[in-house]
């Protein structure tokens, strides 16, 4: 990881980010986001948001609205999978998910492709409760597809109202 943008994530000290490539492999996160995703949890080589959102369930648990946010999740990762469709490791990723997680398969199979990603999202603390996030994603490399993922945690009163952009879209538990 770029070293400045090491620094970017450590100086974001109270708003949750992190860094991942195309393959959605997290290479770099602060406090912030480890306490929201709990990437140290996870051995080196296993940080990929997708394998966290549908085989581990420890975060998908988390997600408000799972349902309605998993379609998503899959149509964006689609966007980056035909962008590196010719890496074995984008192939293996998919055909590990499909064998592992059944509502990873149907969605892979319905072929939905979405653009880039931004809006609200809404976890389940277990410190705070319900916490709600707009978030969006910052380009930071483009040569080695690295992005920086931002979550800024709504106030209390708009957690109801859904922001304009992209996919306004809430992420919640299976």
């Known amino acids: 990881m770029p070293p400045l943008i090491r620094r970017l994530l450590d100086d974001l000290t109270e708003r949750p980010a992190f860094v991942m490539n195309l393959r959605w492999d997290v290479i770099g996160w602060n406090a912030a986001g480890d306490r929201l995703f709990a990437f140290s949890d996870y051995p ?9 959102y549908f085989a581990d369930h420890r975060l998908s648990r988390r997600v ?18 035909a962008a590196g469709k010719d890496a074995p490791d984008m192939q293996a990723l998919a055909d590990h998910l499909q064998a592992t997680s059944r509502t990873f398969r149907r969605l892979w199979h319905d072929h939905d492709v979405q ?48 922001p304009m952009g992209g996919c306004s879209i809430d992420h919640a538990a299976e």
């Open 44 to 52: 080196a080589g296993s940080r990929n948001m997708l394998w966290m």
């Open 64 to 81: 408000q609205d799972w349902p309605r946010q998993a379609p998503q999740i899959v149509a964006s990762f689609r966007r980056d999978y």
């Open 115 to 162: 653009g880039r990603c931004e809006g609200r999202r809404s976890f389940d603390m277990a410190d705070r409760g319900p916490v709600a996030f707009d978030h969006t994603t910052l380009i930071v490399d483009q040569d080695r597809h690295l992005r920086l993922v931002y979550y800024a945690a709504v106030e209390r009163g708009e957690a109801g109202r859904k």
